[in-house]
């Protein structure tokens, strides 16, 4: 999966390759979907959600460039196979991950002391909010789409720090790298069409649909 899918389609950074190879994705799916775990496709993970395509993930892990010792904030944990990621390659950092779903949260959770992972912090609640007691971070990655870059985030951004997340609707969303200039300017970049679940936070113009 990583030399075909990954590097093959332009992936580069030896870490996040490495990082790749040692996330047993079979672990961060319902046991049903097994079989499917490394093909390059989107899948779902219950409750509406999904686990995104190993290619997007690396692709997002890459374009964040986390260091060892980097603190990184993530918006919506889903099954942690992204979190977990994150903290193979910040082993002397910290991953703090926001998921607003309990049930989800929970079984990251176990998924991660499965795996021996100590590095992780977690919350349940509104993502869009950030977690604004542990800012600044040195990265910031959103595994959902918002309509416009929720403000919370960008000022708990560091200097020199990016911010990597889908921006758009369901018919159509790209990936915006935002990265913190060393006077505090905030300088795009672009990545691309990708499509991901909506990020449901009134602070990202996404609300809870009515009953």
């Known amino acids: ?5 990954l590097a093959g389609r ?3 950074d030896p870490r996040v390759l490495a ?3 040692w996330a047993p994705r079979e672990w961060f799916l319902p046991p049903h979907l097994a079989g499917d775990a490394y093909s390059d496709a989107p899948l779902p993970i219950g409750n509406g959600q999904t686990i995104s395509q190993p290619y997007v993930v690396a692709l997002m892990t890459e374009r964040l460039t986390p260091k060892r010792t980097h603190r990184i904030l993530e918006i919506g944990t889903g099954s942690g196979y992204q979190t977990a990621i994150l903290a ?3 082993p002397n950092g910290k991953v703090f991950t926001i998921e607003r779903l309990p049930d989800l949260l929970v079984e ?6 499965r795996l021996g992972l100590t590095n992780i912090a977690t919350r349940l609640g509104d993502g869009a909010a950030g977690w604004p007691e542990e800012a600044p971070f040195d990265g910031i990655i ?3 789409a918002a309509p416009r870059i929720p403000e919370p985030l960008t000022a708990q951004l560091a200097r020199g720090a990016r911010l990597v997340i889908p921006v758009g609707d369901l018919a159509s969303q790209e990936l915006v ?7 505090s300017e905030l300088l795009p970049r672009y990545a691309g069409g990708v499509r991901f679940v909506p990020l449901i936070s009134r602070l990202a113009f996404t609300e809870e649909p009515s009953p």
Request: proline fraction near 0%.
């Open 108 to 113: 990251a959770e176990e998924r991660f002391r």
């Open 1 to 5: 999966m990583v030399m075909r899918q």
């Open 19 to 21: 990082a790749m190879r």
């Open 88 to 90: 193979y390659l910040t």
């Open 10 to 12: 332009g992936i580069r």
């Open 142 to 144: 959103v595994g959902a």
């Open 177 to 183: 790298i935002l990265e913190r200039g060393a006077h």
